[in-house]
């Protein structure tokens, strides 16, 4: 009876054993990420048994078991796959290809991309030696592969066979689809027969577009560039300011010297994706600068103490955006996601964020009710936290006025009737829309159009406009029309900059007209400012000149710091250029214990120079390029994606400046208007500036006996010693401030 008893027991363990580790096999298996059971490749749904979703689900498993997926694998994709996508959509190739270049990925720790091309080397077109491998380069192999799937789709119309040739036979391909396709329905069944190769293909797409959906922002982004016959990578890396190593590290598949010429080459380029200054407003009020309010940079002390703060709750408000806010309270986005712990620049109406903001500082206590009626009326209060920050904001004086949106009957809805032969992208071309705005306006579940059909392009709007990249911004001012300050240039319709004629629309006339009236309206200050600007301008115009920078780019500095050398930005951008140290170290200025060459003049301005020059390879655009001054290359590059559909550089000649145009290039404009005609004429002061290099460790005093100049001005123009001793570790430049 004991031993029964015993026995039982035992058995009752075995099978409690089994079940909780059943269950937790169980639990496992629906905690992990689910497969879709459909995906869509051009007009064909491919729908999944529960069976292949098994099997799609345990190899997409595998994908991301690996150790490498997220630490290399997902950043690789992430830098390459828009490079890749750049080559397939001009072919109007589905984007879901793009994934094909990540399947049977030979390596556990980073990724072949395109695994086969090696391969079909010679079907392609690509050439495989000693010294070369085409097959390595991205940008040649999805060009070739773009060429290869456009050809394959036009015999036999059908997306799936397309995708299918990269991997499977002909015979193959017949033998699945007879199985598994049906013709009337256009719809791909899925069961346990799947091939493995569509197996793995599916996985990839669902593994890797989901961790690409989280956007993360790298220290370089790739870029094609094609001015590469008969140049070396030193060469090429010495045109864009970046290390030769870099270069060629990107571009495996060239192991010669000279890129050989007689056929058309891509070389990869790792742009730097910060921005020099990354300021969320430049620096252009009197009132920063004073002696008392001015924050500025000590080269011996980075400790910065901050001013007493106090925390007061904003309620956000329809159409306020992180910027808009940030602005407001003179506090950089950085500063307002850290206090509310937000991941992303996504708000809400009716979210509550807390900020914390000086005691002396007062805040409009109205702006949030103003808000919230969709500024139905008209507002003019005392403003004190800085410039506009919304494009219905503008400052007349010291005063916020607020413009009311345009009536419902001015800009009623957009409607387009689908005509035989249209289609969403040639839909989209023509109104200058994305394919994925007028999918969700429509909500359409996919691409297909048909004639008759009518489509909402574009909502009917009034009052407050949420979105104002997409829509026209208002031009109809409600209350006083800006008009030229006394002594304040007006603003013209029409502006030469940088070789462009830029056409001022009636609004952004109001916008600039504002920022120049707010420049030019503290007279003593503005007439000290100019003395001091007058001071440094034949240095930075002498080093533009010799970099092929156009001259208007003279003003940038004055946007951004005003020229005072220890300027602090709220984004720890420093100097007169104001860099932060990253994107100093990236074009040759240095920092460390002994100099900081962001306060040098000379140093920071061909640092400019070498930056800006770098980014006009690419934007072929010197407004673009400004912008990217403030942006960075990548925040450029998604701003201009976002405002134009299918964005690629393009030299132009003419240029409109409106609404929508961003406030960077609105400033700038303002203080090109305001300073150029007072800096073209002849101003009296007391100093001018020399430079001369020296290699050998000296004291100020010593060069200001040997150069017979003042000491305590020698330090004064110097600042970026943070001792009184020049090091010896290599050439510096030294300012010599003698007098007029």
């Not at 009020?285 to 106090?310: D, E, M, Q, W």
């Not at 214990?593 to 930056?611: F, K, P, Q, S």
């Not at 020059?613 to 001054?629: A, E, G, P, Q, V």
């Not at 004429?681 to 430079?691: G, S």
Request: proline content about 5%; hydrophobic content about 35%; overall charge positive.
């Amino acid at each position: 009876m004991t031993k029964n008893l015993t026995l039982e027991a035992f058995f009752k363990k075995v099978l409690a054993a089994f079940l909780l580790g059943t269950y937790c096999s169980i639990a496992h298996h629906i905690q992990a990420t689910p497969i879709q059971s459909s995906f869509r490749i051009g007009d064909i749904r491919i729908e999944l048994s529960y069976r292949a979703r098994q099997q799609v689900n345990k190899e997409a498993q595998q994908i991301r078991a690996s150790p490498y997926f997220l630490k290399k694998q997902v950043p690789l994709a992430s830098l390459y796959l828009p490079l890749v996508n750049q080559e397939l959509r001009p072919l109007k190739i589905p984007a879901a290809f793009k994934y094909l270049a990540l399947v049977n990925n030979p390596l556990q720790d980073s990724i072949k991309f395109w695994a086969n091309a090696h391969e079909m080397a010679p079907l392609l077109g690509l050439r495989v030696g000693a010294q070369l491998d085409e097959s390595l380069n991205v940008v040649m192999t999805s060009h070739a592969l773009a060429l290869y799937f456009r050809k394959k789709y036009q015999r036999s119309q059908h997306w799936v066979k397309t995708l299918l040739s990269y991997e499977m036979s002909s015979y193959q391909i017949r033998r699945f689809l007879r199985h598994h396709y049906s013709r009337h329905s256009k719809t791909l069944r899925l069961d346990k027969n799947t091939p493995m190769f569509l197996v793995n293909f599916l996985a990839t797409w669902s593994v890797y577009s989901s961790a690409l959906r989280k956007k993360k922002q790298y220290a370089v982004t790739l870029i094609k560039y094609d001015l590469v016959n008969n140049k070396t990578f030193d060469r090429i890396g010495k045109e864009f300011s970046l290390p030769a190593a870099s270069v060629q590290h990107y571009n495996a598949w060239f192991r010669g010297r000279v890129i050989p010429s007689g056929r058309k080459y891509y070389v990869i380029i790792p742009m730097p994706t910060r921005s020099p200054s990354g300021n969320s407003h430049a620096i252009t009020h009197t009132k920063r600068y004073t002696r008392a309010s001015v924050k500025r940079y000590s080269p011996t002390s980075r400790v910065i103490k901050p001013l007493a703060n106090r925390q007061v709750k904003h309620r956000v408000s329809r159409g306020e955006t992180l910027y808009s806010i940030s602005r407001l309270y003179g506090v950089s986005i950085d500063k307002v996601k850290q206090w509310n712990g937000l991941h992303s620049n996504k708000l809400s109406a009716g979210q509550q964020l807390y900020m914390s903001v000086p005691k002396h500082l007062k805040i409009a206590s109205q702006r949030t009710q103003l808000l919230a009626n969709n500024y139905k009326k008209h507002h003019t209060r005392q403003y004190a936290g800085g410039t506009q920050t919304h494009p219905q904001h503008r400052l007349v004086g010291n005063k916020l006025t607020t413009y009311s949106a345009v009536p419902t009957n001015n800009n009623p809805a957009i409607f387009h009737t689908v005509q035989s032969g249209d289609n969403l992208y040639r839909i989209s071309k023509k109104y200058n829309v994305s394919v994925t705005k007028l999918r969700t306006l429509n909500k359409m579940r996919n691409n297909t159009v048909f004639a008759g059909k009518k489509l909402l392009i574009r909502p009917a709007y009034a009052h407050g406009v949420a979105n104002m990249t997409h829509l026209p911004i208002n031009t109809k001012p409600h209350g006083r029309v800006e008009r030229a300050a006394p002594n304040s240039p007006h603003v013209p319709t029409v502006m030469y900059v940088a070789g462009i004629r830029l056409k001022i629309t009636d609004y952004a006339q109001r916008l600039i007209q504002s920022e120049v009236n707010q420049l030019r309206s503290h007279p003593r200050f503005f007439q000290k400012k100019l003395e001091r600007i007058q001071v440094y301008m034949p240095i930075i115009k002498k080093i533009l000149r010799k970099e092929n920078i156009p001259s208007d780019f003279r003003f940038l500095p004055i946007l951004e710091s005003s020229l005072i050398a220890n300027a602090v930005s709220s984004s720890n951008a420093v100097g007169y250029w104001q860099f932060k140290e990253e994107s100093a170290l990236e074009v040759g200025i240095q920092i460390d214990e002994n100099v900081d060459e962001r306060l040098n003049i000379v140093t920071a301005t061909n640092g400019a120079t070498r930056y800006l020059n770098r980014n006009h390879l690419f934007f072929k655009n010197w407004m673009y390029t400004l912008l990217s001054y403030n942006l960075g290359f990548a925040g450029t590059q998604e701003y201009l994606e976002d405002l134009y559909v299918n964005y690629s550089p393009t030299k132009v000649k003419t240029m409109t400046i409106d609404g929508n145009t961003h406030w960077y290039i609105r400033r700038f404009l303002a203080h090109k208007l305001v300073f150029e005609q007072p800096l073209s004429r002849y101003i009296a002061t007391p100093t001018r500036l020399k430079h001369f290099t020296l290699r050998n460790r000296s004291t100020l005093q010593q060069i200001a006996r040997t150069k017979r100049v003042d000491l305590a001005l020698l330090r004064k123009y110097n600042q970026w010693l943070k001792t009184w001793k020049t090091p010896n570790d290599k050439t510096y430049t030294v300012i010599l401030p003698l007098k007029n």
